[in-house]
């Protein structure tokens, strides 16, 4: 069974979190929602989530992906914790799917994987890394990196994801169940 790690710091968006888990778990992958801090966390529309588990209890277990919220001041908490940016640069070398949406580029971008990339992001998250070839598509794929532009994107992102960790013929067939 494939697996995603979808993080979840205070202040992030729920709306994001959320639609990704629920649409990786329609389709039958094994998602872990890891929270920054011990407990339910309050993410950017004071909506308060309980976490799977700790991101220190999952960091040193194996994951097909990874997935960044977005979300003020989330992504902020998620680009200055170490343990966040140590993750996503070892699943990057270990060519695992890295994924984010919103501010949440701006985190992998802050890690040092958007140098030379093509990614998306909300409108000026990524105004201060030069390096990154900013694309405004709804979903920027560049290799196993895969970004997104924000809340109105996150279904589409999601179903994307679900298509890489499961193929295309599950990913329609929780889209046609979603009755879009």
Same mark, same amino acid.
């Given at each position: 069974m494939k697996t995603a790690l979808v993080l979840f710091a205070e202040g992030s968006e729920e709306l994001e979190a959320v639609t990704i888990v629920n649409i990786l778990r329609r389709a039958g992958v094994n998602v872990t929602l890891a929270g920054t801090a011990d407990g339910a966390l309050r993410g950017s529309r004071n909506i308060t989530l309980q976490p799977d588990k700790t991101l220190e209890a999952v960091l040193h277990e194996d994951f097909d992906m990874i997935v960044l919220p977005g979300g003020q001041p989330g992504t902020d908490h998620l680009a200055t914790d170490a343990r966040v940016l140590q993750l996503v640069q070892r699943m990057n070398r270990e060519e695992k799917y890295v994924a984010a949406i919103c501010a949440?580029?701006?985190?992998?971008?802050?890690?040092?994987?958007?140098?030379?990339?093509? /990614?998306?992001?909300?409108?000026?998250? =990524?105004?201060?890394?030069? %390096?990154?070839?900013?694309?405004? #598509?709804?979903? *920027?794929?560049?290799?196993?990196?895969?970004?997104?532009?924000?809340?109105?994107?996150?279904?589409?992102? /999601?179903?994307?994801?679900?298509?890489? =960790?499961?193929?295309?013929? %599950?990913?329609?067939?929780?889209? #046609?169940?979603? *009755?879009?």
């Open positions: 949440a580029p701006s985190v992998l971008a802050a890690a040092g994987l958007l140098d030379g990339k093509r /990614a998306t992001c909300y409108p000026s998250c =990524l105004d201060d890394y030069p %390096k990154v070839h900013l694309q405004t #598509a709804a979903i *920027v794929e560049d290799g196993r990196l895969i970004t997104s532009r924000g809340p109105g994107t996150a279904m589409d992102f /999601a179903l994307l994801l679900a298509e890489h =960790l499961v193929g295309a013929a %599950k990913r329609q067939a929780v889209e #046609a169940g979603l *009755v879009r």
